[in-house]
């Protein structure tokens, strides 16, 4: 028996083991860097990991959407999304300055180098581990600003996080881990949900400008369309300067729904990918501190809600547009059915007229047509000498004309039959 391997099954079976980070030991320094490419840039991040993996060695063979490589003994970890690319450089062991990015340096410059796309965000993360290193026992103040401090206990109480989320001068935010008992591979997941809640986070933060950039034009729709909906029901009104504007502006709304679809269903997305890792992080609150899902809900949550109330409010107006627009086309056939109406009254009373028209012409016909035979048999009588001339006239003249008519009678009997 012959068996035949499914064409994707050796993709779907690597897209199960992508999107992981390696081992990691604590003390460890990571920088992640994430740029959007969009759905159709694939070949130029192809080509610029491929330039890269000419200068180092491959730990992972280089597949369409994963790669790890070693450069410098830096770990670089590659990854292709749908529409963003994360760059993740790993240095094991830790220097005395927790957050300082010229320790990636020369690899940084590589990687930078004809990198596509533009950077959407870029972190330094700090692996650390002993009670000098726990977040509540350090001046925090150093690295984090004050009034956004996020601390709180992850990965059920064995690690415990410290950020602002802020971006700072040199260009990249800053998250300080403090491993508390992390054993073989749960470092490297941590590190990896965190990482992509913030990466999901943002992404889906990319629908909110958008949104508030496209308000005021719906608002200005939104308020056309009222008007031309009241217009609608007056009676003095034009409809075709109405269907006129109503085409315009369901034109103009169409494309705002085209410019804006893919974007806010892409936030619908990320967003809720975001809650997933967030709830799957196991979230401890430390006391005195805000935790990571305050910071998150109280910022994300807004911010879809207003997508979502933005989307829901176009869906809305196009089909009030769709309903004015079906108001004013019957308006209009009942207007054209009224017009048909009266051109067929029209029609019958004309045809009522030709028929009346056409039957004084045979009346008039009757008496033509006898004239002529009357005279032609006046001829044929003034040859003969033993009748009076005027009383066969006399006798003729009826019998003709009772002819002629019956004649006519017959014939259009039998046409219209």
């Not at 108001?327 to 009373?349: C, F, P, V």
Request: aromatic fraction near 6%.
């Amino acid at each position: 028996m012959t068996i035949h391997d499914h064409p994707l099954r050796g993709a779907l079976s690597a897209e199960m083991h992508v999107r992981r980070l390696p081992r990691l030991e604590t003390p460890c320094r990571l920088m992640q860097v994430v740029t959007v490419l969009g759905e159709t840039n694939t070949d130029a991040a192809r080509a610029h990991i491929e330039a890269l993996k000419r200068l180092s060695t491959e730990l992972v063979p280089l597949s369409a959407k994963y790669a790890v490589l070693l450069i410098d003994g830096i770990t670089l970890v590659w990854e292709r999304h749908t529409e963003f690319a994360t760059y993740t450089l790993v240095r094991q062991g830790m220097t005395a300055e927790p957050f300082d990015p010229a320790d990636f340096d020369p690899v940084r410059d590589r990687l930078y180098a004809g990198m596509p796309g533009e950077i959407i965000r870029s972190t330094q993360i700090a692996l650390v581990g002993g009670p000098e290193w726990d977040p509540t026992a350090l001046d925090l103040s150093r690295w984090f600003s004050d009034a956004a401090t996020v601390v709180c206990d992850v990965a059920g109480g064995i690690a415990r996080i410290a950020s602002d989320f802020r971006l700072n001068a040199d260009g990249y935010g800053r998250l300080l881990v403090h491993d508390r008992g992390l054993q073989h591979d749960e470092a490297g997941q941590l590190l990896l949900r965190l990482q992509e809640l913030g990466n999901y986070r943002n992404m889906a933060l990319l629908g909110l400008p958008l949104a508030q950039r496209l308000t005021p034009a719906v608002s200005t729709l939104e308020a056309r369309l009222a008007e031309l909906t009241h217009a609608v029901s007056e009676r003095s009104t034009q409809d075709d300067q109405l269907l006129d504007e109503l085409s315009f502006l369901s034109a103009e709304l169409a494309r705002i729904v085209a410019e804006t679809r893919y974007r806010m269903s892409a936030t619908r997305a990320y967003a809720q990918l975001s809650v997933d890792r967030l709830g799957s992080l196991t979230i401890g609150v430390v006391r005195g501190y805000q935790s990571l899902d305050d910071f998150t809900e109280r910022r994300l949550v807004p911010a879809v809600r207003t997508c979502d109330s933005f989307s829901a409010r176009l869906d809305d107006l196009s089909r009030r547009a769709a309903w004015t627009s079906d108001l004013l086309r019957t308006r209009i056939d009942i207007a054209l059915a009224r017009q048909n109406r009266d051109l067929l009254a029209s029609m019958d009373a004309r045809t009522h007229l030709q028929l009346r028209l056409q039957q004084t012409v045979e009346g008039l016909s009757v008496v033509a047509i006898s004239y002529y035979m009357v005279a032609l048999i006046g001829h044929m009588l003034g040859v003969i000498t033993f009748v009076s001339h005027d009383v066969a006239m006399a006798v003729v003249v009826p019998v003709v004309v009772a002819s002629v008519a019956a004649g006519l009678f017959w014939m259009r009997r039998h046409v219209l039959q």
